[in-house]
């Protein structure tokens, strides 16, 4: 059975495709260098269309409106500019209500373009452009330590990371928010009342890695202007063991954090990256591995949501479940010498 990986690594190639949802202007050329904030591409877009029946307005056939029409396609409009005028002593003026880009134009209607506002995207990871992918983006390609998180509020910033965490168990607390903290990134641990969120705003931050935070918060945690990336769920769940070494044992080194959104379509997720040097071009991570005895995993479920194990072995055909359903699995030994029997859909392979 193919198992998904969740990537905690070391050292490793890493190689990202960044790009808008929509057209626009890519601003780097390739082999250019980047940093995980700068921005490589941006585009215009419209929040909302608005469907101006001049027909209707003025009475008269489309065939006629289409004549009175003054627009055209890709003109752009201020509010209150004259869009028709009719005919007659006292004629009737159509005009725009709000400022935009004419779209369309025919049958006696004009489809406008309003709310435009500006999209900037940026690279998430430092590291150099290998590829300039049309007018979408680009795809930036980078060596480090690769930590992948399970939720993030869609923000991205980079700086030097500095650790408040005791252990995986740690829960950050407003009292150790001051204002030596002020434009780090935080290693933080688990959080559980909005006032940690607010302190961290207040210095301000330049982002937090969480274990874990409680759902209630969720909404909180999308307003802050700095990213926030949690590594294991919701609720109070330690960091896994793989993640805390990691980060840890990396304190006060420049990181950048990318805490976008994770999207199962595409593949992406948030993570953060350690930029180290290297002599040579490390690795690239398998994002996808087959289970099998010996395969250092992650439990994705409760009650042991978030440990690290290894596969002791594969269970042969269906396993009978506490829950009475049947399902693939595997014989697991957790780091603290536990073996329990976990299905395989509830695992993820750590590398």
């Given at each position: 059975?193919?198992?998904?990986?969740?990537?905690?690594?070391?050292?490793?190639?890493?190689?990202?495709?960044?790009?808008?949802?929509?057209?626009?202007?890519?601003?780097?050329?390739?082999?250019?260098?980047?940093?995980?904030?700068?921005?490589?591409?941006?585009?215009?877009?419209?929040?909302?269309?608005?469907?101006?029946?001049?027909?209707?307005?003025?009475?008269?056939?489309?065939?006629?409106?289409?004549?009175?029409?003054?627009?055209?396609?890709?003109?752009?409009?201020?509010?209150?500019?004259?869009?028709?005028?009719?005919?007659?002593?006292?004629?009737?003026?159509?005009?725009?209500?709000?400022?935009?880009?004419?779209?369309?134009?025919?049958?006696?209607?004009?489809?406008?373009?309003?709310?435009?506002?500006?999209?900037?995207?940026?690279?998430?990871?430092?590291?150099?452009?290998?590829?300039?992918?049309?007018?979408?983006?680009?795809?930036?390609?980078?060596?480090?330590?690769?930590?992948?998180g399970v939720w993030g509020?869609?923000?991205?910033?980079?700086?030097?990371?500095?650790?408040?965490?005791?252990?995986?168990?740690?829960?950050?607390?407003?009292?150790?928010?001051?204002?030596?903290?002020?434009?780090?990134?935080?290693?933080?641990?688990?959080?559980?009342?909005?006032?940690?969120?607010?302190?961290?705003?207040?210095?301000?931050?330049?982002?937090?890695?969480?274990?874990?935070?409680?759902?209630?918060?969720?909404?909180?945690?999308?307003?802050?202007?700095?990213?926030?990336?949690?590594?294991?769920?919701?609720?109070?769940?330690?960091?896994?063991?793989?993640?805390?070494?990691?980060?840890?044992?990396?304190?006060?080194?420049?990181?950048?954090?990318?805490?976008?959104?994770?999207?199962?379509?595409?593949?992406?997720?948030?993570?953060?990256?350690?930029?180290?040097?290297?002599?040579?071009?490390?690795?690239?991570?398998?994002?996808?591995?087959?289970?099998?005895?010996?395969?250092?995993?992650?439990?994705?479920?409760?009650?042991?949501?978030?440990?690290?194990?290894?596969i002791v072995s594969i269970?042969?055909?269906?396993?009978?479940?506490?829950?009475?359903?049947?399902?693939?699995?595997?014989?697991?030994?957790?780091?603290?010498?536990?073996?329990?029997?976990?299905?395989?859909?509830?695992?993820?392979?750590?590398?």
């Amino acid at each position: 059975m193919l198992a998904p990986v969740h990537h905690i690594i070391g050292l490793t190639t890493i190689v990202r495709e960044r790009v808008l949802p929509i057209s626009g202007n890519v601003l780097v050329r390739v082999q250019q260098k980047v940093s995980a904030t700068e921005i490589i591409a941006e585009t215009r877009w419209s929040r909302e269309h608005i469907l101006i029946d001049v027909a209707q307005i003025l009475k008269v056939s489309p065939a006629a409106a289409d004549r009175l029409i003054k627009c055209k396609m890709d003109d752009k409009l201020t509010a209150n500019a004259e869009i028709a005028v009719g005919r007659g002593l006292f004629p009737r003026t159509v005009r725009a209500q709000h400022e935009g880009r004419v779209v369309a134009v025919g049958g006696g209607q004009v489809l406008l373009e309003v709310g435009e506002a500006k999209m900037e995207l940026r690279a998430g990871i430092p590291g150099t452009v290998t590829q300039i992918i049309g007018k979408h983006g680009v795809v930036i390609q980078t060596s480090g330590g690769l930590v992948q998180g399970v939720w993030g509020n869609g923000r991205i910033d980079a700086g030097l990371m500095v650790n408040l965490m005791e252990g995986p168990e740690t829960v950050l607390v407003p009292e150790r928010v001051d204002v030596s903290l002020r434009g780090s990134i935080i290693l933080g641990g688990m959080v559980k009342n909005v006032e940690t969120l607010q302190a961290l705003a207040e210095l301000p931050a330049r982002g937090l890695i969480a274990s874990s935070i409680l759902p209630s918060l969720l909404p909180k945690a999308r307003e802050m202007r700095f990213p926030v990336l949690v590594t294991d769920g919701f609720g109070e769940i330690p960091m896994n063991s793989a993640a805390y070494k990691l980060l840890s044992t990396n304190s006060k080194r420049e990181v950048a954090l990318n805490a976008e959104i994770f999207d199962r379509y595409s593949g992406s997720r948030p993570e953060i990256f350690i930029p180290l040097p290297t002599s040579s071009e490390p690795p690239m991570p398998n994002d996808v591995e087959t289970f099998v005895p010996g395969l250092q995993v992650r439990l994705r479920r409760p009650p042991a949501m978030g440990k690290i194990g290894s596969i002791v072995s594969i269970k042969p055909g269906l396993t009978v479940l506490p829950s009475g359903l049947r399902a693939q699995a595997a014989e697991v030994k957790l780091e603290n010498n536990e073996t329990v029997i976990v299905p395989l859909v509830n695992l993820e392979v750590v590398g």
